[in-house]
């Protein structure tokens, strides 16, 4: 069966430090990736998405970059944190566009 | 372009009493349509889904949904309600035919269950 890790589960990082999230899947190949973050008491914004090695979509300008190396690996990050940033971050996978998506346990970021 | 509109961003209901759960969309092309619930501090959690064929779909925990096209409505419903329930409720629509599987997603609803 497939599985998707994210890690850490909870991160505090002081304003203008650099971010690295990771998001691996286990069990299946080639899937659709993707990254949200869901503010407090908001709903879920997406951020990136990916359908390949490489291919990276960004949804809306901000301080945040994504890269995916390895088919199953999908990573977000930033130079540097601003407060604005704090957040939950999801990422999820899918495979073929009407399959659903599939949810990590998500990371609570929190900017200092 | 899709949109995904929850009505009442909360609900409240007494344990055993009926769950309602409003959904409604837009989409210019037939909607792949889903719901997910969240425990607090945890990642989405698929309940149900609706691509084609029966238009009422069963789910996890004994939710269902019933998809209406000309309602452009995908309500999400359990007869009794259980403490457990209580959590946030986010209803999804994908183009089904996009390689991408991008979800729009509704604001979310919070369910409360009084005992």
């Known amino acids: 069966s497939q599985t998707i890790h994210q890690w850490p589960a909870t991160l505090v990082q002081p304003v203008g430090s650099p971010l690295s999230l990771e998001c691996t899947v286990e069990?299946?190949?080639?899937?659709?990736l993707y990254w949200y973050r869901q503010a407090a008491g908001r709903g879920l914004q997406l951020l990136f998405y990916?359908?390949?090695?490489?291919?990276i979509s960004s949804e809306v300008p901000q301080n945040l970059s994504a890269s995916r190396p390895q088919d199953r690996q999908f990573i977000l990050s930033s130079k540097k944190l601003l407060l604005s940033d704090s957040g939950f971050y999801l990422c999820?996978?899918?495979?073929?566009?009407?399959?659903?998506?599939?949810f990590g346990d998500g990371t609570r970021l929190s900017i200092l | 372009a899709q949109s995904v509109t929850q009505l009442g961003s909360h609900v409240s209901v007494s344990e055993g009493a009926l769950v309602l759960l409003r959904c409604n969309y837009s989409?210019?092309?037939?909607?792949?349509l889903f719901w997910y619930v969240q425990y607090p501090n945890q990642g989405l959690q698929l309940l149900l889904k609706?691509?084609?064929?029966?238009?009422l779909v069963k789910g996890i925990n004994g939710f269902e949904a019933e998809f209406k096209k000309s309602e452009t409505s995908f309500h999400l419903t359990k007869p009794s309600a259980h403490m457990s329930d209580a959590a946030e409720y986010f209803c999804?629509?994908?183009?089904?035919?996009?390689?991408?599987?991008?979800?729009?997603f509704g604001q979310g609803t919070t369910l409360q269950v009084k005992p």
């Open positions: 990916s359908v390949g090695i490489g291919q």
């Open positions: 999820a996978w899918s495979l073929q566009g009407d399959q659903p998506q599939h």
């Open positions: 999804a629509v994908n183009r089904g035919s996009s390689n991408t599987g991008k979800l729009i």
């Open positions: 609706y691509t084609t064929g029966a238009t």
């Open positions: 989409s210019s092309v037939p909607p792949y």
């Open positions: 069990g299946t190949s080639n899937p659709n």
